[in-house]
Structure formats: structure tokens, C-alpha cells
């Protein structure tokens, strides 16, 4: 994992300059540096419309009882967009976007999901910790208010 943050790293600043570089011959400096700033504005926007969007959908699956699984990835998915739409450049704009549009950001997360780059810990299974079976004990209760 930490080769390939280390490419990124080196990697995706080369490529911003050189867009930077090369849409700024074609267009001209000035309309290169409003570009910037526009989708850097627009982006804002539409990452707070759908973080609105997104926590409502959240707030309704809790208040139905069900886990907002997929909502919460595509928080963090939103979050991420907007430090990359923020980030001046057009190859983080373009990315950005990408997980702007709602059904490009939900193929991705669940590509992702099924490829198990993320998994849950089942309860117990902290670093260290034995896995016991677990054993359901049925019984009835009842309150007794005093």
C-alpha cells in the first residue's frame, strides 16, 4: 500500500502541471486560472447539496432500523471529492467528479465492496483476540417497574 501512496504522491502532482501547463497554451492563462477557481466553486456547491442529500438518506435508514452502509461510503466518497475539487488542477477536478455523479460513486463503492478491500471485524476479532464460539442463551424476561 505504501509504494503505491508514495507513486501517488510524486505522480499526480507531474500530471496536474503538465495539464496545467498544456490546457493553459491552448486556452490562455487567464481563462486557465478562471477554470480552476470555477470548478473549485461549483464543486463546493455540489458537494454540499449532496452531503445534505446524503445525511437525510441516513438519517431516514436509522429511523427505519437499517444499517446506512452504502450512505456512509458515499460520505466519505463526497468528502473526498471535495478536497479533490478544491485541490487546483484538472485531473483532481476530473476524478472529483467522478465521484460526484451518484452512479459512477455507487459502481465504484460497490466494486470496491465486492473486491474486499474493505472489511468489517466481526465482534471480538480485535488484533490479539482469541475467536470464541458464540452461544445463544433463550430465555423470557419481564420488566418490573417499582
Given amino acids: 500500500m505504501f509504494p503505491f501512496l508514495l507513486l501517488l504522491f510524486f505522480l499526480v502532482p507531474l500530471v496536474e502541471?503538465?495539464?496545467l501547463i498544456e490546457i493553459g497554451?491552448?486556452?490562455?492563462?487567464?481563462?486557465?486560472?478562471?477554470?480552476?477557481v470555477f470548478t473549485a466553486?461549483?464543486?463546493?456547491?455540489?458537494?454540499?447539496t449532496q452531503g445534505f442529500s446524503t445525511v437525510q438518506r441516513i438519517r431516514t435508514q436509522l429511523d427505519q432500523g437499517q444499517l446506512p452502509?452504502?450512505?456512509m461510503f458515499e460520505g466519505l466518497f463526497l468528502l473526498v471529492a471535495g478536497?479533490?475539487?478544491l485541490t487546483p488542477g484538472f485531473f483532481t477536478d476530473a476524478v472529483g467528479f467522478v465521484?460526484?455523479?451518484?452512479?459512477?460513486?455507487?459502481?465504484?463503492?460497490k466494486y470496491i465492496l465486492s473486491k474486499?478491500?474493505?472489511s468489517t471485524p466481526s465482534r471480538g476479532s480485535a488484533a490479539g483476540e482469541q475467536q470464541t464460539p458464540r452461544q445463544t442463551i433463550e430465555g423470557e424476561y419481564r420488566k418490573m417497574d417499582k
Fill in 25 to 36: 497554451g491552448v486556452i490562455g492563462v487567464g481563462w486557465t486560472i478562471f477554470s480552476v
Fill in 116 to 118: 474486499g478491500v474493505v
Fill in 69 to 71: 452502509a452504502m450512505e
Fill in 17 to 19: 502541471i503538465y495539464l
Fill in 83 to 85: 478536497a479533490l475539487l
Fill in 41 to 48: 466553486v461549483l464543486g463546493a456547491f455540489l458537494v454540499r
Fill in 99 to 109: 465521484f460526484l455523479t451518484p452512479p459512477l460513486r455507487r459502481s465504484i463503492i
